[in-house]
């Protein structure tokens, strides 16, 4: 069984600040975990993933996130905050290549960008 | 990467009618998925709609409620019917990537039911 938990359902930073978006998950076997952005009435974005190769995975518009999995956390960071990244991020989780292995959303963290 | 679209992108609908949602892909996927994002939640999944088969429906959805069609390779369509007000939410079609646990995201369908 597979789940994901996004421990802040809001995120508010300074623009120029660093951003760290919380993500624990916990999976049977080696899990993909991935990070997507939704902006207002705006589609669902990839911005990053995990596939079992580099643990430091480096996604679009300055995200980054690092598995690790002593902690089985996954969590997204970007050294500097921009007006345009807030938005709502979603951790994602998903198993082997099996389609038994549903694919598991977080609840969601809505980041809050102050000027 | 594949572009999706999906038609309608916003509807208001009364009670007790169906809305049936379209969703095009640009490129031949085995496997496509509907979810549900109520308001101010995550998503979940509805169903998964192979070609050539009944979709598969995740617990809490069943087929008289949200029937699925499947006819080829890009497209599929979403019924919601006998619509309430606690159907409203953002309809979303994805399809797998190379592997299986990659999705690729249509824009949505917006969804008020009055």
């Known amino acids: 069984a597979q789940s994901v938990t996004q421990l802040d359902s809001h995120v508010s930073v300074s623009e120029g600040?660093?951003?760290?978006?919380?993500?624990?998950?916990?999976?049977?076997y080696s899990p993909s975990l991935f990070w997507y952005v939704q902006?207002?009435?705006?589609?669902?974005?990839?911005?990053?993933?995990?596939?079992?190769?580099?643990?430091?995975?480096?996604?679009?518009?300055?995200?980054?996130?690092?598995?690790?999995k002593s902690e089985t956390s996954f969590h997204l960071t970007k050294p500097s905050a921009h007006m345009s990244d807030a938005a709502e991020y979603f951790c994602v989780v998903s198993g082997a290549m099996n389609r038994d292995d549903k694919i598991i959303f977080g609840k969601g963290t809505r980041l809050?960008?102050?000027? | 990467s594949a572009v999706i679209s999906q038609k309608p992108s916003r509807d208001i609908c009364q009670r007790g009618t169906s809305l049936t949602i379209q969703c095009q892909v640009?490129?031949?996927?085995?496997?496509?998925?509907?979810y549900?994002?109520?308001?101010?939640?995550?998503?979940?999944l509805i169903a998964t709609a192979n070609q050539g088969s009944e979709?598969?429906?995740?617990?809490?959805?069943?087929?008289?409620?949200?029937?699925?069609?499947?006819?080829?390779?890009?497209?599929s369509t979403l019924t919601v019917s006998n619509m309430s007000p606690e159907d409203s939410s953002i309809?979303?079609?994805?399809?797998a990537g190379i592997s299986y646990n990659e999705q690729f995201f249509g824009p949505g369908t917006r969804l008020t039911v009055l």
Request: net charge positive; with cysteine.
């Open chain 2, 26 to 34: 640009d490129s031949q996927v085995t496997m496509m998925f509907w």
């Open chain 2, 91 to 95: 309809y979303l079609c994805s399809v």
């Open chain 1, 112 to 115: 809050h960008i102050l000027p």
């Open chain 1, 39 to 68: 902006h207002p009435n705006k589609g669902l974005q990839l911005l990053l993933k995990y596939t079992s190769a580099a643990t430091l995975v480096k996604g679009i518009n300055g995200f980054e996130a690092e598995f690790k």
């Open chain 2, 55 to 75: 979709a598969t429906y995740e617990s809490g959805f069943v087929i008289d409620k949200f029937p699925i069609s499947r006819p080829n390779l890009t497209f």
């Open chain 2, 36 to 44: 549900r994002q109520q308001p101010g939640q995550s998503l979940t």
């Open chain 1, 17 to 28: 600040t660093p951003v760290l978006l919380r993500c624990n998950y916990s999976s049977s």
